[in-house]
């Protein structure tokens, strides 16, 4: 599976790594193009010889090591254009009220079916034919979500802050869980 992900994303034309997706990258035989975000999670020793663009910020910064890596990426076609040409693509696969949420390729809309996988494998198909490339596509509903933002794991002791929450489309394994963490310092 990592070397049939690892030549897929291998066409892609640029890799933009953040923070310790350097290591993610390289797991899966990606030459990384620029490496970006504060790098707390990256061992220097690993930046000594590095034949990419490193673009270091401090650690007490206003956005996530995800989010700096969205800015390169956008120099290629603005984040409006992008979003457009997202709701285009499945307003045009059949779906209604499509409108993307923030510059992240999260898209809200309606359907009438309630077939999560087959809307799943509708919006790759639809994807792939307008990009050229498959795209994992995932399917969260509004009462899942909702669920989600009322969640407070960190009520208990009173603590006020952000949690910030990633979405994968099935249940991560052990093995995966284990070999996705950086090396330990």
């Known amino acids: 599976m990592q070397a049939v992900l690892g030549e897929e994303l291998g066409a892609v034309g640029h890799v933009i790594a953040a923070d310790s997706g350097l290591y993610a990258g390289r797991r899966l035989g990606l030459a990384v193009d620029l490496l970006i975000g504060d790098l707390d999670s990256v061992d220097e020793a690993d930046l000594a010889d590095a034949s990419f663009e490193i673009d270091r910020h401090p650690r007490a910064k206003d956005q996530t090591d995800i989010a700096l890596a969205l800015d390169p990426a956008e120099r290629f076609q603005s984040a409006a254009e992008l979003r457009a040409a997202l709701e285009d693509v499945l307003s045009a696969a059949g779906f209604s009220d499509v409108e993307t949420f923030i510059a992240s390729g999260n898209v809200i809309f309606r359907s009438g079916s309630g077939d999560t996988a087959a809307l799943e494998a509708r919006i790759e198909k639809a ?59």
């Open 127 to 185: 994807l792939q034919a307008s990009l050229g490339y498959p795209v994992t596509a995932f399917i969260r509903r509004a009462g899942e979500l909702d669920t989600i933002a009322r969640h407070e794991p960190f009520a208990a002791d009173g603590t006020p802050g952000i949690l910030h929450v990633g979405f994968l489309r099935a249940a991560v394994t052990a093995a995966a869980e284990k070999k996705s963490r950086p090396p330990r310092r």
